[in-house]
């Protein structure tokens, strides 16, 4: 039986985030595996994705994996998908992989990309895709220099307690984070803010809480150098609020072998 590799964009907004719940809730995952079930006569399909990704959250490029008994090559196996998929989820990409590889075990590093909207007025056409934060009563936007560097002190290998959220259970809270960077593009009626986190794992809600984290100190309520001690105090309430899940995306995932889906055409982070 042939292994596949399935590379997917979704739009987050109506699932309940890419596994499977058991409880009635609408997931990437179970549909995904109803259309490959469909194409194996019935029978039921496992698809194994390279991470979770949170209720609301995003995916320009989610790898899974699935043994699949089905003797469609690639590319018609990818068309077939597309027509049983809804049309909030749809498969960039199949591959033919080794029996050995795995989408969540083989991957490398994650990347994710936390949107913000920057403005006077809030973006009715950027709502589903980013958060908007209002400039200050004076008319100044976020500080971005002042979240760059705050952003550095958080790359490396850190506990990052602070950051993971409320009730989650795992054995260590220690990540590597490969960069952090912050990226500003001006327009005309405000500006759009991009935080890029890149690691080779992530804690339930990570990103999303040093994104906002990374808001205070551009609105100047947080100091830029106050990252040492706010990772040391270990305390998840000492950190900013969990942003919005709507501007979270799961940009990429990289692999080590050839062909890996590592670029964009993911725990949540």
């Known amino acids: 039986m042939p292994r596949f590799r399935f590379t997917l964009e979704y739009d987050g907004a109506r699932f309940a985030g890419w596994q499977r719940q058991g409880q009635g809730e609408r997931t990437v995952q179970e549909e995904l595996e109803r259309a490959l079930a469909e194409l194996a006569g019935g029978r039921r399909v496992e698809a194994m994705g390279s991470g979770r990704t949170d209720a609301g959250v995003h995916a320009l490029a989610q790898v899974a994996s699935a043994w699949l008994d089905t003797a469609l090559d690639p590319a018609t196996l990818q068309r077939a998908l ?3 998929l809804p049309a909030d989820v749809a498969v ?3 591959e033919q992989v080794a029996d050995d590889f795995d989408a969540r075990r083989d991957a490398l590093a994650k990347l994710y990309r936390y949107a913000i909207w920057n403005a006077p007025q809030r973006s009715p056409l950027r709502a589903a895709r980013a958060h908007w934060v209002p400039t200050g009563a004076d008319g100044r936007g976020l500080d971005v220099e002042a979240m760059r560097e705050a952003a550095a002190q958080l790359v490396g290998e850190r506990d990052f307690a602070a950051f993971c959220a409320a009730g989650s259970s795992v054995a260590t809270t220690v990540r590597r984070l490969l ?7 001006a327009r005309p009626e405000g500006r759009e803010i991009e935080i890029e986190a890149e690691g080779a794992g992530f804690l339930r809600h990570m990103v999303r809480n040093l994104a906002g984290t990374l808001v205070e100190v551009g609105q100047g309520r947080r100091a ?7 990772l040391a105090s270990r305390d998840r309430g000492a950190a900013g609020p969990t942003a919005p899940a709507c501007g979270l995306a799961l940009v990429a995932v990289r692999y080590a072998r050839a062909g890996a889906a590592d ?7």
Request: glycine content about 8%.
């Open 92 to 94: 960039l990409a199949v």
């Open 263 to 269: 670029s964009a055409v993911e725990s949540d982070g």
């Open 179 to 185: 960069r952090l960077d912050v990226v500003a593009r």
């Open 82 to 84: 597309n027509a049983k």
């Open 224 to 230: 830029a150098g106050s990252m040492p001690a706010l």
